[in-house]
């Protein structure tokens, strides 16, 4: 079974513009959630998405934003970059995200603001 | 605020030792616990996972969890040198997220 997938893998971009990431799930997993990785803060929680809908979110500004499509892939999208969102950024699909579901990470997206 | 919290290492045990990971959590509405393995460049890679109280194994590696106590721990018995990596210590918490803590980094010297 193919595990989690994002694109692009490596991404440079400059302040004030703006990102999106992809990320498809392992077949059959419906949640897909986000996170942040940095050296600073560590892997931070940004947000779930489960049946196109956004179930859950962390402690992020609304600059930080996501989508689900109806094939459970999904989107995250950053704008008006700033130096600090240089980071890894991770998505990990689970079954349906309840509490006993394992998340399984993508290989992540390697984001750097100059 | 809830946290995980872990201590940061590094942690260096010799090939064949047991390495002993731990873990603490403020949130005692916490409902599971994950331990993740990350190498350095790669993202995290799920180990184990553990829902109630006493030991879970899988190989060489034990996870133990005391919700009294809102602890966990892992275990890495024969420890070799393909182990050195960043163990990851998260656990779902009441508000519904995975919560991580800082990592703990280990080295296995051969």
């Known amino acids: 079974k193919a595990g989690v997938t994002q694109t692009p893998r490596y991404l440079i971009k400059t302040r004030g513009q703006q990102v999106t990431l992809s990320c498809s799930p392992i077949?059959?997993?419906?949640?897909v959630s986000w996170y942040q990785q940095t050296p600073g803060q560590g892997l931070q929680f940004l947000f779930e998405y489960f049946s196109e809908t956004q179930r859950n979110k962390g402690n992020f500004p609304g600059r930080f934003s996501g989508r689900q499509f109806s094939n459970s892939r999904s989107e995250m999208n950053v704008s008006t970059l700033e130096l600090g969102d240089s980071a890894l950024y991770l998505c990990?699909?689970?079954?349906?995200?309840?509490?006993?579901?394992?998340?399984?990470f993508g290989p992540g997206t390697r984001l750097t603001v100059l | 605020q809830k946290e995980v919290e872990q201590n940061s290492g590094p942690l260096s045990v010799p090939e064949g030792a047991i390495a002993s990971l731990n873990c603490t959590y403020s949130d005692r509405g916490s409902q599971s616990f994950f331990w993740y393995r990350q190498y350095s460049g790669k993202s995290p890679e799920l180990i184990m996972s553990i829902y109630s109280n006493g030991d879970k194994e899988d190989g060489r590696f034990t996870a133990q969890l005391n919700k009294a106590s809102q602890y966990v721990s892992l275990l890495i018995r024969d420890s070799q040198p393909s182990d050195s990596a960043t163990y990851l210590c998260a656990s779902y918490d009441s508000a519904r997220q995975l919560t991580f803590g800082s990592g703990t980094q280990l080295t296995v010297l051969p």
């Open positions: 990990a699909s689970s079954l349906v995200g309840d509490p006993a579901d394992e998340q399984f």
């Open positions: 077949s059959g997993h419906r949640s």
